[in-house]
Each structure stands twice: as C-alpha cells, then as structure tokens.
C-alpha cells in the first residue's frame, strides 16, 4: 500500500504562490515549487480545491467539477502539475466536495427552475413551515456557517438546504441519477485526468435522515440547532461509499482520505476498515478539536496535556488490533497554527516547541499529513488584527450574528475575538512566507489575504539552507520516520499518562524495531536519564541529563 508510509503536503492554491502578480496563487506557482516540497521528503501533495467556483467558501463551493477557477489556471496547467508530480516520483490528490455544490453550479440552477425540472430532486427541497400564519423553515436545523440550514426560494415557493453557506446546497444522494453525475463528473473526470487519489469532504454527511426532525435544543439561546445526529454517519452512508469505490474507485489504484471528524470506534472500522470497499483512511478531529464544543468550535474551553495524550489514543488505538488504518495531523486548512494551538509560538520558543511537534507527529503511526507553511513553523495571525483581516466566511458569520445580538466593544465580544485569534480557519490561510520581501514572496502586489507580520522572522528562504531550521528538522524527522516501521505501523504504549510536562511513548512492532520517546511539553528543566543502552536518533536539545524546555528526544531501544 503506497499511502502507509507516505507523507502528504497539502496545498491551499489561494495563498500558496502566486505566479502571475495578481494576488491570488496559482497552479503554476505550486508548480514553481515543486522541487521544495519535494526537497522536504513528502511523497503526495493533497491540492485543496481549485475547480471553477464563485470562492464563497474558498472553492468548497463548486460550480463546475470539469473547469479549473480560471484565476489559478486551466485544465492545462492542471496536466502539468500532473506530470510534474509524477515526474518527481510524487503523487497528487485532489479534495473530492460532493456533499454540496455552489448554486452557480448548473445541477443547482436547472433543480431551483421549477418544481417538475427533471433536476428539482437532486437537492434537497422542502415545503415551508407555518407557524401562526409565519413562513418557517422546515426544521430548525443549524448551518455550520451560523443561521438556518434552510434557504427559502421564491420562485417555487419552497427551502432548499445547506448544511454550510446559503450558496452551497446540499445534493440529494437518495437520487440514483444524481449519485450517477457525481462519480461521472468529479470523480471519473479527474481519475481519467491521472490523478492517483482523493481527500474525501465531509465524507460522513451524504445521507440524510429522512425524516427531518427538529434537533433536540443543546443551545437554549440560539433559534437554530446542531443538526449532527441527523446528518453524519446516516443509515445509507455506508452504502453510498461502497457504491462510489465500486462504481469509481476501485478501477484505478487510487488512495482516498476521508474527512469524517468525530467518531466511534465501531462506525470508523465501517469507513476504513481494509476489507469494507469504502474509504482508505481517515482523519479523525479529536487532537485539532481539542478544548472546543464539539457542536460549536467557538465555544472554547481548555485543556491540558493528558487530555493532549488523550487525543493521540482516540486516534490510533485501533492500529494492530484491527486492519483499520488512520492519519497523523494537526493542522489544515480549517485549523490554527499548531504551534501557537499546542506549543509555544513566543520568538524564544517558536522553533524549538515546532520541533518537539515535528517528532511527535514523525512517531506517531497512520499516513502522515503536513499543511503548507507548517514546515518552517507559521503561527496564527497577530492577535491585535481587528476582524476585517479576517476573511473566512466562517469567522465572518459568527461574528455578524454574535454583533447582532451584543454591542461591539461588549466583553462577550472581546471574548469571541480572543477565540477567533486562537482558532479560526483563516490563521492557516494567510500567504505562504517565501521570504522576507514585500508581501513575503507570495506575490508581486498585495495579497487577497493580508500576510502574517512575522514573515521578515519565518520564511522559507532564510530555512532551506539552514542545517538547523525548523525545515530541515522536519525533513530527517519525515527521513527517520520511513527507517523504523514501529514508528508508521506501530502500537503506541503512552507511559504516565498523567505527568502534565512530558509525553512519554514507546512504539512497537512485534519481531522488529522499539522506539521510546520523551518529549518536554513545559518551560521548565525536566530531570532525565535515558538507559545507557539505548541510540539516540533524534532530538532538539543538547542531550545533557536534563531535558530543557520543550526539549525532545526520539532513541531506538
Ligand atoms: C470541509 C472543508 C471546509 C469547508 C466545508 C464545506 O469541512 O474542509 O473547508 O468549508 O467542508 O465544504
Ligand atoms: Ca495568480
């Protein structure tokens, strides 16, 4: 299986590299760079969208499967990419949005047009709920971007839904015909093309209940309410993957990812387990979720390092006992900085704490996945940036509603925005810091999003010929992680699980290699000896019998 040891650097074409000077990355700026990632050891680039889209959620709103967002290039350029992964001895993924498309899409436009168009059933539509003579949506249903997941449309008098923005309409997977256009248009389409897999959006969401009921209220304030139970994991999604795989999928020798977030043991064995014909892997929410509600990632609390262990379990525990396979990450595009998230993002720290999460993530078992910008340790935005920098349609939605009901400079709204600053999507979004020109050598005038001010300090220029950046750190972590198959396929034993400064593991494969590692998840000095026995293959520290702060060390035993 090619995808086990892989590692996987996603790309996010918006702010990755503009080529042509207008703002906006490109296809053919990944392609200038094809020689770095590839420098870095990664194995497969995962290409966010960059189908044809009105760009209300980034590309995850798709208006045609078949054309490329004309900013980032053509189908042309897109077959270069192509060759130029492949003839590097990469592969490329792309992100497979089939739970929604845009209502610019074609599908959308015919199916809102009347209510007898032979497309009106391949969304989702209902009549109106009267409530005193008021016109209500069907349900109280909560979008993921804030409001109701309803959308009332004039012309036939009825609401569509969308579980995300008003502009991303659900598909109807119970239609045949409409399944059928799907594996035809954005999964055939592209294999055809010779792409070699896909990360799978929102893989758990396609089947609706039924029934439609109201949400039971979890969040008395709000009118609207999370709709999960009624919508992730439902009774046909199993069999809407098995079909795909089987209609699609299975002809070629592809690899898939889904993206599914939180799940029990049991339903995630029935998404990825080896013999089910669904999925190849997927990613799991528990570790980049972490200190959120779980039914609102603005409601933050805390957590602390066991509850941090805690998540490395959840999402591997089933490695060995059963022929599930899982994913190791911790940032994307919808997520922080990991740094500033789960280290230390301060100038004295910055690059030591990255490094001591570079060898977690290098130990843990499942295909490895890297975000743009993580390799050199970009951090969250600033956090006195006011809410105009930020662009994404998720922050900017949460921060209308929450305005509509408090006074801006209320504390609840200060609040808010010291949680935005922690944990919105758009700290991953911000131009990739090339170097310490204007605009970060991201582009030749200013960027659709601002850059992140710290660029002059991290940017890759001054990193690549560094033998002790953060960079090059994570390249012989991704090296060192392919020479012991402990650390890919092993189980994970994690020792005092309690201790609240170090994460302490050992990894194993019967018959073969054992790895411990200690790493120093606080400021302090932590007192350490090591058996004298055991090799030392890595760390960030001077190997004295103390781990300083945020020191880390990987032995062979
Ligand atoms: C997934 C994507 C996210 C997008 C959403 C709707 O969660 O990762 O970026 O907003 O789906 O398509
Ligand atoms: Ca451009």
């Known amino acids: 299986m090619w995808w086990k040891e892989a590692s996987i650097y996603q790309i996010w074409p918006a702010s990755f590299k503009d080529s042509n000077d207008d703002g906006v990355g490109d296809i053919q700026g990944i392609i200038s760079k094809l020689d770095y990632v590839k420098n870095l050891g990664v194995d497969i680039i995962w290409l966010s969208p960059m189908y044809d889209s009105p760009q209300d959620d980034m590309g995850y709103d798709i ?34 949005v089939i739970n929604h498309t845009s209502s610019e899409h074609e599908w959308f436009k015919q199916s809102r047009a009347s209510l007898d168009n ?20 069907p349900n109280n249903w909560l979008s993921y971007f804030s409001g109701s997941a309803w959308e009332y449309d004039e012309a036939t ?28 248009s954005a999964v055939k389409f592209w294999f055809e093309k010779g792409i070699d897999g896909f990360r799978i959006d929102t893989a758990g969401m396609y089947s609706k209940d039924q ?40 002809h070629y020798d592809a690899m898939t990812v889904g993206e599914v977030g939180h799940c029990s043991r049991d339903e995630l064995i029935r998404y990825v387990g080896a013999s089910r014909g669904e999925m190849n892997m997927m990613f799991l929410f528990d570790m980049v979720e972490l200190g ?32 599930a396979w899982t994913t190791v990450f911790n940032e994307n595009h919808d997520q922080a900085r990991s740094i500033t998230r789960f280290a230390n993002d301060s100038p004295e720290y910055r690059v030591k704490s990255g490094k001591l999460l570079a060898m977690l993530q290098s130990c ?71 170097d310490s020109t204007a605009y970060a050598g991201f582009s030749g005038v200013e960027p659709w999003m601002r850059v992140n001010d710290n660029y002059k300090e991290i940017n890759a220029a001054s990193q690549v010929d560094d033998p002790e950046s953060l960079y090059n750190f994570w390249s012989k972590c991704l090296a060192n992680r392919k020479k012991f198959p402990s650390l890919i396929y092993g189980q994970i034993e ?41 090799k030392l293959l890595i760390t960030n520290g001077d190997n004295s019998s103390k781990l300083t702060p945020y020191e880390g060390r990987i032995y062979s035993m």
């Open 494 to 534: 994690i020792l005092n699980l309690d201790n609240k400064d170090t994460f302490e593991f050992v990894k194993k494969t019967e018959g073969k290699d054992e790895i411990y590692v200690i790493l120093n998840f606080s400021q302090k000095d932590v007192d350490f000896t090591p058996n004298s026995e055991w």
């Open 292 to 323: 959120s509600d779980p039914l609102d990632r603005f409601r933050y609390m805390d957590f602390d390092l066991t509850d941090f262990k805690n998540t490395v379990i959840r999402q591997s525990e089933f490695i060995g006992t059963t022929d």
């Open 364 to 434: 843990l078992s499942g295909t490895l996945f890297l975000y743009q910008g993580q390799e050199i340790g970009m951090t969250n935005v600033p956090k006195e940036w006011p809410i105009e920098e930020y662009k994404d349609i998720n922050s900017i939605n949460y921060y209308q509603e929450l305005v509509e009901k408090h006074p801006k400079d209320s504390a609840k709204v200060k609040e808010f925005m010291k949680v935005l600053n922690l944990i919105a999507r758009d700290n991953a979004r911000t131009p990739v810091q090339w």
């Open 118 to 137: 032979p497309k009106r059933d391949w969304y989702i539509w209902k009549k109106p709920k009267y409530v005193d003579g008021k016109r209500c949506p």
């Open 211 to 250: 029934r439609f009921l109201d949400a039971p209220i979890v969040f008395p304030d709000n009118e609207y309410q999370p709709c999960k139970v009624f919508h992730q994991n439902g009774p046909r999604i199993h069999e809407f993957h098995q079909e795909m795989f089987k209609k699609v999928t299975s």
């Open 63 to 96: 208006s045609n499967y078949e054309k490329v967002y004309p900013k980032y290039g053509d189908l042309n350029d897109m077959t270069q990419l192509i060759e130029g992964c492949h003839s590097r001895g990469m592969k490329l993924i792309l992100d497979l």
């Open 157 to 184: 008098d009825e609401y569509y839904l969308h579980l995300f923005a008003k502009s991303q309409p659900d598909l109807n997977w119970e239609n045949e015909e409409c399944r059928n256009a799907i594996y035809n």
